[in-house]
């Protein structure tokens, strides 16, 4: 059985033949998709706290010394290393770097997307969707011949 958040996900972010390792990631089925899954979803933490390190001092700090933002930023950094290191070895046990690196692109866009909508007011616009069909387009030509570490 399949819950709607996968077959909604799956649908846009990746091709045919690939949508079953995002299914399963939200249902819970096989050992080797969970580890997929545990990959996908520290990249996805990795990738909330990188977008804080670099973008979240603009509302938040903006008028401290620059020292003090790096510092803080630095900070958040490292917390995003605790997730992106570990994932990164995870998603090498299945995808190759090329593929990785896809990936981590669009859980960038989509965090990014999310933030700066969210938190920092910005006004969503045609763009972000078309950068979005790029990255779907990378997706579908990164992954076409197969999943390979």
């Known amino acids: 059985m399949q819950c709607a958040t996968c077959v909604c996900i799956t649908c846009v972010i990746m091709p045919v033949s690939y949508r079953y390792y995002l299914i399963l990631f939200c249902c819970g089925y096989k050992l080797a998709e969970t580890k997929m899954a545990r990959c996908l979803f520290l990249l996805l933490v990795s990738n909330i706290f990188m977008t804080f390190a670099w973008y979240g001092h603009l509302k938040n700090l903006a008028g401290r010394p620059l020292w003090f933002v790096i ?79």
């Open 71 to 149: 510092v803080v930023s630095w900070g958040i950094a490292f917390f995003e290393y605790c997730f992106q290191v570990p994932g990164n070895r995870i998603g090498a046990e299945h995808f190759s770097l090329p593929q990785l690196k896809i990936l981590q692109e669009v859980i960038t866009l989509v965090v990014f997307c999310v933030f700066a909508s969210y938190y920092m007011g910005v006004k969503l616009t045609w763009n972000f969707l078309w950068a979005g069909l790029c990255l779907v387009g990378a997706v579908f030509f990164i992954f076409r011949d197969g999943v390979s570490p």
